[in-house]
């Protein structure tokens, strides 16, 4: 019996057609305007103020819209975008090194391993210069060469510089210039800000969003907020893991509670794998910490040529250390793509080649470097990492080389949405890293930022335009019949979780859901795991409503109530995460399926298949929509890094 049902084929109808270089002007200059005396009467509601919300609503408050925005956090500069540390893709060539928008598209198709729309990822490019002019003119302060022009570095799956960064900071320093934008509007009366106040559900009438029910952190209190229109810029799932790179708070309840109402997810299983992460160190861990990938500019990483060899690195002689990535891939080298990089470490660790606690590691070494260029020098780039992983490890890293390890990162999947960032809800649009529609099936390296940051600044505040300005929309009464049922679910919802008092904690639930994950839907996956997993999830699921023990009330501060709201998504998230992986019967970017994979280990795509985006429309068993992927200008070939 199939574990999902076959759906009618989806398609992008708001994608241009033409030359590609022309779609995105195309589609700006037929979308419709509201003019600035209109927009002063609608209200959007956008949620999250990491890069992409932060920009979006400062963006759309400066065209005259009042804002109603939403963080969990105590503050805006709190977003998980804070911790983006090696920078910021875009087609400057300031190096004069061959780049190009072309290239820029070309590259993340390419690195997407074929599993993107060309469109967007050409719109992505084009871009993407715009937004290093519009940070700098906020004073981001991205490093500078020595004749004045902004400096670049490279990142995984190129061969050109075209990398803009602030330090090891891109993120953080990046965020500040949007939230000080943000915080302009917020002076100025257009952006109402809730902050500490968490999106529990979607409120849709007549068809189209309309709103969300939220819940105040501090005092417990359920709110409703209408407008005419909501964002959704909440970032990634990749904390259904438990352990990642990501900020604990970071959750996927707003674009579920979204999926349920009616907004398709789309290839939940494409998550990413990063390999520049500090191993974990037991079983106490509750987040693992990202070093950059940045640090593959000037580190080499190897791993002893023999078994079991337990020596101090610096023991271990030249020619008895085996640089593997230089060894496979020589164009590249260590600047690999990140799915690459990711399974090559898997690989010397499971044949007993890897260091530290467990085997579970590779060096990261730049003594290299320090020697080329001396210690200054890599103090300038990379300071702020080196510091932070001592405090962490306790180790010298320009004394020993570092030790890292692959682990869960970012999330390629998310709502579908069309070109206008529109999903299948009328009215509702996803942003950044909550969309899926960028990145295909492996993101490159720097290119978050570089797509929160093209939906919030210059992508959303065209399109929205055109959504507001074609749709007539009736005021939504606060008692609208609608209204009411979405707001007594969330409390019936609340009470049922209080009422359990069970014996185990949510986090107990939460760890042995991401390590069936990690185990059966990580790095690598099969059809026997990819069932075993499936098998336990409906248990694990009932036994949570059945145990969990949730201490507190309603009407607080309750974290273990977040948590626990939070922890029953990912239940249900994991289950359509794991049909999606066992649908898709090819190994692509970082989906590695075991049973397809080439004579030399490399993922094995299969074209004829399984070129389309997998979109899943909820229900008692999930409704998979296929988008078929058009090529005109980059064709699917292996993808080859040698």
């Not at 891109?170 to 109402?192: C, F, P």
């Not at 029910?213 to 359920?222: C, Y």
């Amino acid at each position: 019996m199939s574990d999902y049902i076959e759906g009618d084929p989806i398609a992008d109808t708001k994608a241009p057609t033409g030359a590609l270089e022309n779609r995105w002007d195309e589609r700006k200059f037929t979308a419709k305007l509201v003019n600035p005396a209109n927009r002063r009467k609608h209200r959007v509601i956008v949620v999250g103020t990491g890069l992409a919300g932060g920009s979006a609503g400062a963006t759309l408050a400066e065209q005259g819209y009042h804002v109603v925005q939403f963080c969990f956090q105590d503050s805006p500069r709190r977003a998980h975008s804070v911790a983006a540390q090696g920078g910021i893709n875009a087609a400057k060539n300031y190096r004069n090194d061959g780049d190009s928008v072309y290239r820029l598209f070309y590259d993340t198709v390419k690195g997407g391993d074929f599993r993107s729309r060309e469109s967007n990822v050409y719109r992505l490019a084009q871009v993407s210069a715009q937004i290093i002019d519009q940070a700098v003119a906020q004073g981001v302060p991205f490093a500078r060469e020595y004749g004045g022009l902004l400096d670049t570095r490279s990142f995984g799956g190129v061969q050109v510089q075209r990398t803009f960064y602030a330090r090891g900071q891109t993120g953080q320093q990046l965020l500040i210039g949007a939230y000080q934008a943000l915080s302009r509007q917020i002076d100025a009366g257009n952006v109402e800000l809730h902050p500490r106040t968490e999106m529990l559900d979607l409120v849709v009438v007549d068809g189209r969003a309309r709103g969300i029910v939220a819940r105040d952190l501090v005092t417990g209190e359920i709110e409703t907020h209408l407008a005419d229109a909501v964002v959704l810029a909440t970032g990634g799932y990749g904390n259904v893991f438990y352990l990642s790179t990501n900020a604990k708070g970071s959750n996927a309840t707003a674009i579920w509670r979204a999926h349920k109402r009616g907004a398709y997810f789309a290839n939940p299983c494409f998550t990413q794998i990063h390999p520049t992460c500090i191993p974990r160190s037991g079983e106490h861990q509750s987040k693992l910490t990202l070093m950059s990938e940045s640090l593959r500019n000037d580190g080499r990483i190897w791993v002893p040529k023999r078994k079991g060899d337990t020596r101090p690195p610096e023991e271990i002689p030249e020619d008895e250390r085996d640089y593997y990535l230089e060894r496979l891939y020589p164009s590249f080298g260590n600047l690999v793509p990140r799915d690459i990089a990711s399974r090559a470490a898997k690989n010397v660790c499971d044949a007993g080649l890897g260091v530290g606690p467990g085997g579970l590691g590779v060096y990261l070494d730049f003594a290299d470097a320090i020697e080329r260029m001396g210690r200054p020098a890599i103090e300038a780039r990379y300071g702020n990492l080196f510091d932070m992983y001592q405090r962490i490890t306790a180790e010298d890293p320009y004394a020993v080389p570092m030790r890292i390890y692959p682990a869960i990162h970012y999330t390629m999947g998310g709502l579908w949405v069309d070109y206008d960032l529109q999903s299948t809800i009328p009215g509702l649009f996803v942003i950044g890293e909550a969309n899926f529609s960028d990145h295909g099936a492996n993101r490159l390296g720097a290119s978050a930022l570089m797509q929160g940051l093209a939906d919030g600044y210059f992508v959303l505040p065209a399109t929205l335009n055109d959504y507001l300005g074609g749709t007539r929309l009736d005021e939504v009464p606060a008692r609208h019949d609608e209204v009411t049922r979405v707001e007594t679910e969330v409390r019936e919802r609340i009470s049922r979780l209080l009422g359990v008092g069970g014996t185990r904690s949510v986090d107990s639930f939460h760890r042995e859901l991401g390590l069936l994950l990690w185990d059966h839907c990580g790095m690598s996956r099969s059809r026997e795991g990819l069932r075993k997993a499936l098998e336990r999830i409906p248990g694990l699921r009932a036994e949570f409503w059945r145990d969990v023990r949730i201490p507190g009330g309603a009407g607080e501060l309750n974290q273990e109530l977040e948590k626990a709201n939070r922890v029953a998504d990912f239940l249900e998230l994991a289950e359509l995460l794991l049909i999606d992986a066992l649908a898709r019967e090819e190994s692509c970017g970082g989906h590695f399926r075991e049973e397809h994979q080439t004579a030399g280990g490399e993922a094995q795509r299969d074209d004829e298949h399984f070129s389309y985006v997998a979109a899943w429309e909820y229900g008692e068993k999930p409704v998979l929509h296929r988008e078929d992927l058009t090529f005109e200008h980059v064709h699917p070939t292996q993808r080859s890094y040698t």
